[in-house]
């Protein structure tokens, strides 16, 4: 374990890339959801939104699988088999004419990419504990939301000289890069002598020793409260401007706009952590996020959207607080699983992002004409997450007069 207050910018960089993965396969999709929608015969544009949620779904239930045996059989296996699972849900979704089978290869597109994004979890916690690890984690996400700034406005490139199946050709090869450049340059970061044997009670016993850790519990709930509201706002991001706001050309740069206050503010939060502790910065964060949402739907309860001049300026607000959420949220939750960090990782993914796709698909199926059911979800999940932090605070106190 590494606890000393240095890093390797590479080992940053090539952790972020994996997670980037997903990020593209997800954001340069957005622009092309109409295209796909018209070339699937698909008549209800709410239908679309699926494309992005149910890759989600394949996200969280492919963790279970890859986090436990990542513990037994090393990180750097798993990386190149769920790959490999990309690559031919990949292949499913670009010669298929059914919009049902579509929805299928993306949730095996979302089994396959949980792999690097779990393991690149895992592999952080391997080499980093503690609030450096929070540090570390803001930094990766700094870099890896440079994907979620340049991907629309890059899957907009290839529709104008493409059409939307280059833009699953294009990831398949970026992918493939990363993945070389993670065979070649990292070392395994989990020894053999601190590997799980394998068994089929692997995944039993790993879920009875989470559960264990209330902490891990209460943040992985938060974090699904987060992700739920978040993924909303993927996946109706394209009907809002485009269709609401008839800004088609300009949606890229709008969701540009938006990834670029989380990516500032976990470049911020990189700054502050060590100083403040990922858990005073994550509280006074959900408190933000609260308020942001709430102060929204008390301005325009109507449901008449506003100038988009301010929507834009409350989704700033609004993800410039959810930059300061993920990378601590996760962090704290992964704090006392050090010694099942594969597992760990995965429930803690599995358990957020399972929760957050009904979240998404609930809330999304409201937003039609109006953005207000979309902050009308920020403000309840912003509220539940506060009264999860309430109660830790509490459960803190407690503990310290014991």
Same mark, same amino acid.
């Given at each position: 374990m590494q606890n000393k207050p240095t890093y390797k910018i590479e080992f940053i960089i090539l952790m972020a890339s994996l997670m980037s993965i997903v990020a593209l396969s997800i954001d340069a999709l957005l622009p092309a959801l109409p295209d796909i929608g018209t070339a699937l015969n698909v008549t209800d544009s709410n239908e679309n939104q699926r494309l992005i949620t149910m890759i989600f779904l394949g996200l969280g239930f492919g963790q279970l699988i890859f986090g436990p045996l990542s513990d037994s059989f090393g990180r750097k296996p798993m990386v190149y088999f769920g790959f490999a699972v990309f690559v031919i849900s990949s292949i499913v979704c670009v010669t298929t004419n059914s919009f049902e089978v579509m929805i299928i290869g993306r949730i095996f597109q979302g089994i396959g990419l949980s792999s690097p994004r779990t393991i690149a979890i895992a592999m952080t916690r391997d080499t980093y504990s503690g609030d450096f690890m929070a540090k570390i984690l803001s930094i990766i996400v700094m870099f890896f939301i440079l994907v979620p700034i340049i991907a629309p406005s890059f899957g907009q490139l290839l529709l104008v000289y493409f059409d939307w199946k280059a833009i699953f050709n294009v990831n398949l090869i970026i992918g493939l890069l990363i993945v070389l450049w993670f065979w070649k340059r990292q070392p395994e970061t989990l020894e053999k002598g601190n590997r799980i044997k394998f068994s089929r009670s692997i995944f039993i016993s790993g879920t009875k020793e989470f559960l264990k850790h209330k902490e891990a519990i209460a943040f992985t709930l938060v974090s699904g409260f987060i992700t739920g509201s978040f993924i909303v706002y993927l996946s109706t991001s394209q009907q809002?401007?485009? $269709?609401?706001?008839?800004?088609? $050309? @300009?949606?890229?740069?709008?969701?540009?706009?938006?990834?670029?206050? +989380?990516?500032?503010?976990?470049?911020?939060?990189?700054?502050?952590? %060590?100083?403040?502790?990922?858990?005073?910065?994550?509280?006074?964060?959900?408190?933000?996020?609260?308020? %942001?949402?709430?102060?929204?739907?008390?301005?325009?309860?109507?449901?008449?959207?506003?100038?988009?001049?301010?929507?834009?300026?409350?989704? *700033? @607000?609004?993800? #410039?607080?959810?930059?300061?959420?993920?990378?601590? @949220?996760?962090? *704290?939750?992964? $704090?006392?699983?050090?010694?099942?960090?594969?597992?760990?990782?995965? %429930?803690?993914?599995? +358990?957020?992002?399972?929760?957050? +796709?009904? %979240?998404?698909?609930?809330?999304?199926?409201?937003?039609?004409?109006?953005?207000?059911?979309? #902050?009308?979800? #920020?403000?309840?999940?912003?509220?539940?997450?506060?009264?999860?932090?309430?109660?830790?605070k509490r459960r803190q106190t407690i503990l310290k007069t014991i």
């Amino acid at each position: 374990m590494q606890n000393k207050p240095t890093y390797k910018i590479e080992f940053i960089i090539l952790m972020a890339s994996l997670m980037s993965i997903v990020a593209l396969s997800i954001d340069a999709l957005l622009p092309a959801l109409p295209d796909i929608g018209t070339a699937l015969n698909v008549t209800d544009s709410n239908e679309n939104q699926r494309l992005i949620t149910m890759i989600f779904l394949g996200l969280g239930f492919g963790q279970l699988i890859f986090g436990p045996l990542s513990d037994s059989f090393g990180r750097k296996p798993m990386v190149y088999f769920g790959f490999a699972v990309f690559v031919i849900s990949s292949i499913v979704c670009v010669t298929t004419n059914s919009f049902e089978v579509m929805i299928i290869g993306r949730i095996f597109q979302g089994i396959g990419l949980s792999s690097p994004r779990t393991i690149a979890i895992a592999m952080t916690r391997d080499t980093y504990s503690g609030d450096f690890m929070a540090k570390i984690l803001s930094i990766i996400v700094m870099f890896f939301i440079l994907v979620p700034i340049i991907a629309p406005s890059f899957g907009q490139l290839l529709l104008v000289y493409f059409d939307w199946k280059a833009i699953f050709n294009v990831n398949l090869i970026i992918g493939l890069l990363i993945v070389l450049w993670f065979w070649k340059r990292q070392p395994e970061t989990l020894e053999k002598g601190n590997r799980i044997k394998f068994s089929r009670s692997i995944f039993i016993s790993g879920t009875k020793e989470f559960l264990k850790h209330k902490e891990a519990i209460a943040f992985t709930l938060v974090s699904g409260f987060i992700t739920g509201s978040f993924i909303v706002y993927l996946s109706t991001s394209q009907q809002i401007f485009q $269709e609401q706001y008839q800004l088609g $050309e @300009l949606f890229p740069y709008i969701f540009a706009s938006t990834a670029f206050s +989380v990516g500032f503010a976990t470049f911020t939060n990189s700054r502050l952590v %060590i100083r403040f502790g990922s858990f005073n910065i994550a509280y006074y964060a959900t408190i933000a996020y609260a308020a %942001i949402s709430i102060l929204y739907v008390l301005l325009f309860y109507t449901g008449n959207n506003p100038d988009v001049g301010v929507l834009i300026t409350f989704f *700033l @607000l609004q993800f #410039f607080a959810v930059g300061f959420l993920f990378g601590n @949220l996760r962090s *704290l939750a992964m $704090e006392p699983l050090g010694h099942i960090a594969g597992i760990g990782a995965a %429930i803690n993914g599995f +358990v957020s992002t399972v929760m957050a +796709v009904p %979240i998404a698909n609930f809330i999304g199926s409201f937003v039609k004409t109006s953005v207000l059911p979309l #902050f009308i979800g #920020f403000s309840l999940f912003g509220i539940l997450s506060l009264l999860v932090f309430f109660w830790l605070k509490r459960r803190q106190t407690i503990l310290k007069t014991i």
